[in-house]
């Protein structure tokens, strides 16, 4: 999983009426999201888990705080660290 951006110009390189515009490529970056960090409401902790193991199961490594945080930990500087770590952010909105 990842993502993929890319911006094409078209013009048919005359005055004419084109008949065949030619597609130019301007820009191309592409990324492979190797680690995750997921947000969610506790309300949703069972869908959230559910999709995090297919995220794994992508090769994704995603930071759960259910799954990484020990009970009593100092979480703040934890939270931080994996954000700052993460190639993507990702927030599940569920009602």
Request: a negative charge; hydrophobic letters at 40%; aromatic letters at 10%.
């Amino acid at each position: 999983m990842g993502a993929i951006v890319f911006k094409l110009t078209a013009d048919s390189g005359t005055h004419e009426i084109p008949t065949r515009p030619r597609a130019r490529n301007v820009g191309l970056f592409a990324n492979e999201y190797r680690h995750a960090f997921c947000s969610y409401s506790s309300h949703n902790s069972d869908e959230v888990l559910r999709c995090v193991q297919v995220l794994q199961a992508a090769g994704i490594d995603c930071f759960l705080d259910k799954l990484r945080l020990k009970p009593g930990q100092t979480f703040e500087p934890s939270l931080i660290e994996q954000i700052d770590r993460c190639d993507v952010f990702i927030l599940f909105w569920l009602s």
